[in-house]
């Protein structure tokens, strides 16, 4: 009788396996904006203590070939005050197990400091110092990612983050 049992279960075992199908990705990097650890944030300079900003995203890659080991890089943040893109490099998935592509999540740090992140003042007045005229300074991320072959993930925006100028 117990072998009926441990045979049936066995079969519902395998049963249930081949039901599930593996992800399949595409090539092309896709990344879903996830949130940040806070919506406002004091600018970096040196009267102002430390504070890190952080920025998480989901993404799928079908052939799991991101992150770069040379002088590539191959995270994009684009601030929408200026246009400035910050570059920053993902560490290497290796090959090995990636079969049918990889999933997961990135979270960027930004440090406040030292001068990472500052208000910009529309009367060109000292960035990264405190202005009485303009207390505080929005900024919003654009992100995208590239992956080894070359491939340009969709990009995504941040929600507006208030920079605290004093």
Avoid: H
């Avoid at 009267?47 to 890659?61: G, K």
């Avoid at 930004?110 to 060109?124: A, G, R, S, W």
């Avoid at 303009?134 to 969709?154: K, L, V, W």
């Amino acid at each position: 009788m117990k072998t009926i049992y441990y045979l049936l279960l066995l079969g519902a075992a395998f049963l249930v396996n081949s039901c599930v199908q593996p992800p399949n990705y595409p090539n092309t990097p896709e990344i879903a904006y996830v949130g940040v650890n806070q919506n406002s944030i004091l600018q970096g300079n040196s009267t102002n203590p430390a504070d890190t900003l952080e920025i998480t995203f989901s993404f799928t890659d079908g052939d799991g070939d991101l992150g770069n080991d040379g002088d590539s890089f191959d995270v994009f943040l684009m601030d929408s005050r200026d246009g400035f893109t910050d570059i920053k490099k993902l560490p290497v998935i290796p090959d090995q197990g990636i079969g049918n592509g990889i999933s997961g999540e990135i979270t960027i740090r930004l440090p406040n400091k030292p001068f990472n992140i500052c208000c910009t003042y529309p009367d060109n007045s000292t960035a990264c110092q405190p202005n009485s005229n303009f207390p505080t300074n929005e900024i919003s991320y654009m992100i995208q990612i590239q992956d080894r072959a070359g491939n340009m993930s969709n990009k995504i925006q941040t929600e507006a983050i208030t920079i605290l100028c004093n």
